[in-house]
């Protein structure tokens, strides 16, 4: 089981406000990912790092934005929530495994803009 | 009214017997592949992994078959049980180095007692 961390799990907030989503992972993996997912569908990347100093946009644009400024902490921040950011966040962390690099994801964040 | 999203494809079991859950892939330069489980409310977790090179690969009660020629992915898992009931997603990464990951549509697995 992963040890990868993602505050607050659910959230309601209303429209233009500020919000960050916190991931931690402990352990050491350099590559850190978002992925977005609304109810039933597949997940999107929407973000990803390859380690500190290093961010990228993912296949799915995003308002949001990223930061990786120590290994084990990448935060998403959206800074004026719209309803149309409803969505789910969850975010991953890889290691090199024999067969490949393998994702490991967290438990997800909720997101409710009203 | 109709929910938007929601149409997932649904396999359902009966409890003790094996499960088939299918995924085409889209990418023939793909070089490796992963199969999640996601609970209700919870991030995707791991199943098993195979990379190109291979074309089956077994874990403890799950066996994945990799079929490059028509870019299909299968996952079987033997011996259904309740806890297995999930939806299941396949994904593909591209060779060539990165780690992005392509998440497939994926299925719903109930398990009927």
């Known amino acids: 089981e992963a040890d990868i961390y993602q505050t607050p799990r659910y959230l309601v907030i209303g429209t233009g406000k500020k919000i960050t989503l916190e991931c931690s992972q402990t352990m050491g993996h350099d590559k850190m990912y978002w992925y977005q997912q609304d109810p039933g569908m597949e997940l999107h990347l929407i973000h990803y790092?390859?380690?500190?100093?290093?961010?990228e946009k993912g296949d799915l644009s995003s308002e949001s934005t990223v930061s990786r400024i120590r290994t084990e902490h990448f935060p998403l921040t959206l800074e004026s929530a719209r309803p149309s950011h409803t969505s789910q966040y969850l975010c991953a962390s890889s290691e090199f495994r024999a067969s490949g690099n393998t994702i490991y994801f967290g438990e997800g964040s909720w997101l409710t803009v009203v | 009214g109709e929910s938007v999203g929601l149409h997932l494809p649904t396999l359902s079991v009966q409890e003790g017997d094996n499960s088939i859950i299918n995924c085409a892939y889209s990418?023939?330069?793909?070089?490796?592949f992963i199969w999640y489980k996601q609970e209700s409310g919870k991030g995707p977790q791991f199943i098993i992994d195979i990379r190109s090179n291979m074309d089956k690969r077994q874990g403890q009660r799950v066996t994945v078959l990799l079929n490059k020629t028509v870019k299909h992915l299968s996952l079987q898992i033997a011996a259904t049980q309740p806890g297995d009931s999930a939806v299941y997603f396949c994904?593909?990464?591209?060779?060539?180095?990165?780690?992005?990951?392509?998440f497939g549509t994926g299925t719903q697995l109930k398990v009927e007692l």
């Open positions: 790092s390859y380690g500190v100093n290093s961010t």
């Open positions: 990418n023939s330069a793909s070089d490796y």
């Open positions: 994904a593909e990464k591209l060779g060539g180095g990165g780690n992005k990951l392509t």
